[in-house]
């Protein structure tokens, strides 16, 4: 197992856990927190730090259960993944999304598609703003009708996506657009073009993907093999 260390710390009236290793998927998570809960001041509801980890909701459920058997409750979670973030949000949990800090030292010339990482936008876009990255983009807040996001990589709305957003727009078919609440008026995967779906339920974090030449909606996958709680709802083609 690569994630062996858990360090726990008492910050203000938060007990702190934080993550760290190699390992950095959900699967070792009960395995890494388990040893130390004995450590934990039960009178201090708990803040997790999540580093690099990419967990899903049901690693974090998991987790809630764990702690619950220990009296701990955990009420933050910070993370530098966004679709843990977004795992976090889906089950009420209140979250922050870090920006990890640059290396010290510049990493020897790659390509261009290899450069770019995720660009991370704090604020509403609003009509006729355009946001354009060469990878992933994560918006925290509102993108609202008339305002567009154009990715290579994913489409990441920490918010309300009423705009318009175009995922894998350097080709790549299997980049997502996901938001907290998904009401686009058109979403571009690719090559591929649909109209928004209109009205959704409010409450569960949704995406769009590409499947069969179609796009799709289903519930957020954090993981690639995260299974869609509602069915697939097929978006019409422009």
């Known amino acids: 197992?690569?994630?062996?260390?858990?360090?726990?710390?008492?910050?203000g009236s938060l007990c702190q856990l934080r993550l760290s290793g190699a390992s950095s998927r959900g699967a070792a998570l009960l395995q890494v927190v388990e040893p130390v809960l004995p450590k934990l001041n039960q009178q201090h509801p708990l803040e997790l730090d999540c580093g690099d980890w990419l967990l899903n909701c049901i690693d974090l459920e998991q987790l809630q259960e764990l702690l619950l058997l220990h009296n701990l409750n955990l009420v933050a979670l910070r993370s530098v993944e966004p679709r843990t973030v977004v795992a976090g949000v889906a089950l009420g949990i209140m979250?922050?999304?870090?920006?990890?800090?640059?290396?010290?030292?510049?990493?020897?010339?790659?390509?261009?598609?290899?450069?770019e990482k995720a660009y991370l936008y704090e604020g509403c876009l609003r009509s006729g703003d355009c946001l354009e990255h060469g990878g992933t983009v994560v918006v925290l807040g509102d993108v609202n009708p008339g305002a567009q996001i154009r990715a290579a990589g994913d489409v990441i709305v920490w918010g309300r996506l009423r705009g318009m957003a175009h995922a894998g727009s350097r080709g790549n078919a299997a980049a997502r657009i996901a938001a907290l609440q998904l009401q686009p008026q058109q979403v571009r995967i690719a090559s591929t073009t649909a109209l928004g779906p209109g009205e959704r339920p409010p409450g569960q974090p949704e995406q769009a993907v590409q499947r069969n030449g179609q796009i799709v909606i289903e519930a957020a996958r954090i993981t690639r093999d995260f299974t869609p709680i509602r069915k697939p709802q097929v978006l019409v083609a422009r």
Do not use: H, Y
């Open 1 to 11: 197992m690569g994630a062996s260390f858990l360090q726990a710390s008492v910050a």
């Open 95 to 115: 979250t922050q999304l870090q920006v990890p800090a640059p290396p010290a030292q510049q990493p020897p010339q790659q390509p261009q598609e290899q450069q």
